[in-house]
């Protein structure tokens, strides 16, 4: 009975994934671990054999496979409607985006009015798109970072919720700063989707304002 009260209070999530999924995994942990009131309901990934399937299917989180379409960079409108159909299914509150390698447009956001959150290595707006960590490399960057947006219909575009600094070294490789960046990443993700979960933000136009501050 205490169980079904404390479900009933938690927040559902959906975690949309391309890749590995290790923020999804430390998502998933920071749930488990009552740092962020919420509960992965489920995952989909637009690639079949992505790691981020196998790593929820290991934690006994429904996991699935769902067909993007022909479009290399976005869902087409069939796949869109069959992503909202299965997260509305899942009772899905809030999209976290965890390395998912497509744009979503309009019927996808408006079924989740700012709903959807993204995280991007990179401080943005500095290096948009794939890839970020060897662009500021590329660059020459000192310091870079980490981004957690609303999602809106560019690229790398939203509202901007939380970032953090990553210090570039000299002997840096890509695979160095990345794995830096990741670190990060697995902090800055689950204080940000708890804030959201929680209430806490108010987006005023490009702002995102944090109505009370938690420890992270
Ligand atoms: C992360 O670096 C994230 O910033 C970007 O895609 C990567 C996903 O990594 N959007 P993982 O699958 O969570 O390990």
Redesign the pocket.
């Known amino acids: 009975m205490t169980l079904d009260i404390q479900e009933k209070t938690l927040a559902r999530l959906g975690v949309l ?8 995994v430390a998502l998933a942990q920071a749930c488990n671990a009552g740092k962020v009131p919420a509960t992965i309901a489920i995952v989909i990934s637009d690639v079949p054999d992505a ?2 399937l196998d790593r929820a299917r290991a934690l006994g989180i429904p996991a699935c496979y769902l067909p993007p379409g022909p479009f290399r960079t976005k869902l087409d409108e069939q796949s869109e409607e069959a992503y909202v159909a299965a997260l509305r299914d899942a009772g899905v509150d809030y999209v976290v ?5 497509r744009v979503l447009k309009g019927r996808f956001l408006r079924a989740y009015p700012n709903r959807v959150v ?4 990179s401080l943005l707006p500095a290096f948009r798109g794939l890839e ?2 060897k662009q500021a490399l590329d660059y020459g960057v000192k310091v870079t970072g ?1 981004t957690v947006h609303f999602v809106d219909e560019g690229v790398d575009t939203g509202p901007i919720i939380a970032q953090a600094a990553v210090m570039v070294e000299d002997d840096d490789t890509p695979t160095s700063l ?1 794995q830096r ?2 670190e990060v ?1 697995h902090e800055l993700y689950p204080a940000a989707v708890a804030a959201l979960v929680r209430g806490e933000l108010q987006i005023e136009g490009r702002k995102v304002r944090r109505l009370t501050r938690t420890g992270r």
Do not use: R
Not at 97 to 101: D, I, N, Q, S, T
Not at 118 to 121: E, F, K, Q, R
């Open positions: 994934g391309s890749g590995k999924g290790s923020n999804f790691g981020i985006l965890a390395g998912f390698m993204n995280i991007h290595p970020a960590w980490v990345h960046i990741q990443e």
